[in-house]
Nanobody, 122 residues
Framework: QVQLVESGGGMVQAGDSLRLSCAASGVTFSRHTMGWFRQAPGKEREFVAAISSNGGSRNYADSVKGRFTISRDNTKKMAYLQMNSLKPEDTAVYYC???????????????WGQGTQVTVSS
């Protein structure tokens, strides 16, 4: 059974940093592309970042380029999202997602976590 569990969310002020973590189980992690998405209140879920199965390629939404960094540790079956220079508009529930050897430029994923709340105050 595939399970993705996010952690690291919280309430911060504008300009602060947070690091989200995603723990994966039940998958051959090193063969899965990992992604982060977010959903703000009243809005549709949107793509944030993706990383290829070997960590060699990354893709970011324009809104987070230069501020967020996605990474992974295949030995620990973990994915991360380092978020710097946070803005109030980054407030959302952040979801971790996985798909088997898929493109980092495609937004279709097979597995999803339950999400972790990130709230940024001004």
């Amino acid at each position: 059974q595939v399970q993705l569990v996010e952690s690291g969310g919280g309430m911060v002020q504008a300009g602060d940093s947070l690091r989200l973590s995603c723990a994966a189980s039940g998958v051959t992690f090193s063969r899965h592309t990992m992604g982060w998405f977010r959903q703000a209140p009243g809005k549709e879920r949107e793509f944030v970042a993706a990383i290829s199965s070997n960590g060699g390629s990354r893709n970011y939404a324009d809104s987070v380029k230069g501020r967020f960094t996605i990474s992974r540790d295949n030995t620990k079956k973990m994915a991360y999202l380092q978020m710097n220079s946070l803005k109030p508009e980054d407030t959302a529930v952040y979801y971790c997602a996985a798909k088997y050897v898929g493109s980092i430029y495609s937004y279709s994923y097979d597995y999803w976590g339950q999400g972790t709340q990130v709230t940024v105050s001004s």
